[in-house]
């Protein structure tokens, strides 16, 4: 699996969860953390524990597992680090104060009509 078909994996399991303000960032041209940024919103910090907790277990059945997780317990964001793809989920709060959509601007985004 390519890292475009991951992250477009992860956005899809987000999708079906009803996580908001989906967001794939390509950054592979302007950093060496990984090759894309998936960016995601739940509507509470249960919200953001279930739609991880999600993408976990689906990915996991396809035989994909993460590198490193952290932020369950801040219920306010959680990073799951695939390798060359990183999700991010957030409370909205969290999501305008990190502020990660404008710090990555540079990156390309990718289309997610897919998910229409």
Known sequence: MTSLEL????????????AT????IKIEDISSLADYFVLASGTSNTHVNALADEVEVQLKKIGVTPDHIEGYRSNSWVLMDYDMVIVHVFTPESREFYDLDRLWQDGEPVDISFLD
């Open 7 to 18: 992250a477009k994996e992860a956005c899809k399991i987000l999708n079906n969860k009803k």
């Open 21 to 24: 303000e989906l967001k794939i």
